[in-house]
């Protein structure tokens, strides 16, 4: 029984799972060594004991996900929504500050970054609530009031943490699930217009509330021109093009990096690609980007094979956050965008960001489960109409 149901699953995206984040592990000890030691007066392996400790949990979490039938959700989902917010509203009330920003809550002596499981609330909950006005989706007020305004919501308790790199992709997910719901051309238009009137807004409220900070200017600033900017704020992107560089196509070796040695201050969170170009080459770049790509072209492709707008917008949204969220930090620490404290998925050091992208990936690991299914037993019925009078071919 247990064979008939695990052989359902699709093993290639467990296996490129399980790939990125054997060597995220492995990143993440090399990459902190020095930092544990220097900067936190730990032991070398400090950071990977956690970040191991986290995995297994994540594991755990992850096999339990795969098991649970992916529309239970909706029915949860109510409490997930009220979960997202209480726990967004908490950390403004008892939250602690890490890296300019109030994001995490001690909770059981661990720190949790709910924003990183609000993208999985948003993505549920855009998924469903679309999903079910398929017949009415072209009509905004009736369609779409609700999931822009919840969408919004979160954002504007992630962006005032402040969080901006979360805060976009958040808006990221929530736009490409839109757009693929079903919508029409024109229904398309109204959507990014009023998506950046509501940006425009905000944006202003955010100057005159002091949230658009000199601190962030100087993000735009370092990135613009690095160099110039060396010993402020272009300092960390040009001891990443200094990594990057020193790699070449096969890298210094593992553990030889330089630049680890507290010239990358976050070297093991949102400098951990620059590392692993520095000591495995673009080798060992491509490698960790092609799984990534892999994953998410599996991903799609299952969304696109099932005939269920949950399953498939949930798809949709879990592949937007994977290729977002890669994008903005390789555009960081390649200068092309801002650096925002995004992380690498499943490389970069972080428990939240661990545990939320394994329940994600749970479910879509449940969603191929029955889309499997489904096409098999529709293959079969088609073959068993084929052949009405049992000259049907073995099919077990």
Sequence with gaps: MLKKIFKHYDYSIIITIALLCTIGLVMVYSSSMITSITRYGQDSDFFYGKQKGWLIIAGFVFLATILFPYKLYQKLLPIAVLGTFGLLGLVFLMGHTAGGAQSWLKLAGASLQPAEFAKLTVILYLALVLGKRQEYINDIKRAFIGPIGLTMGIFIFVAIQPDLGTGMIILIIAVAIMLCSGISRKTFFKLILL?????????????????????????????????????????????????????????????????????????????IMAVIAEELGFFGVFLVLGLLGFLIYRILTLAKRSKDPFASLICIGVATMLGIQAFINLGGLTGLIPITGVTLPFISYGGSSLLSLMIAMGIVVNISFFVNYQEKSSKKANNVVSYPNNANPDLS
């Design 195 to 271: 998506g950046i009137v509501m940006l425009t807004i905000m944006g202003t409220i955010g100057v005159l509330t002091g949230q658009v900070t000199e601190n962030r200017i100087g993000r735009f600033t370092g990135a613009s021109d690095p160099f110039k900017y060396a010993q402020g704020e272009g300092y960390q992107l040009v001891n990443s093009y200094l990594a990057i560089g020193s790699g070449g196509l096969k890298g210094l070796g593992l553990g030889e990096s330089v630049q680890k040695y507290g010239y990358l201050p976050e070297s093991h969170t949102d400098f």
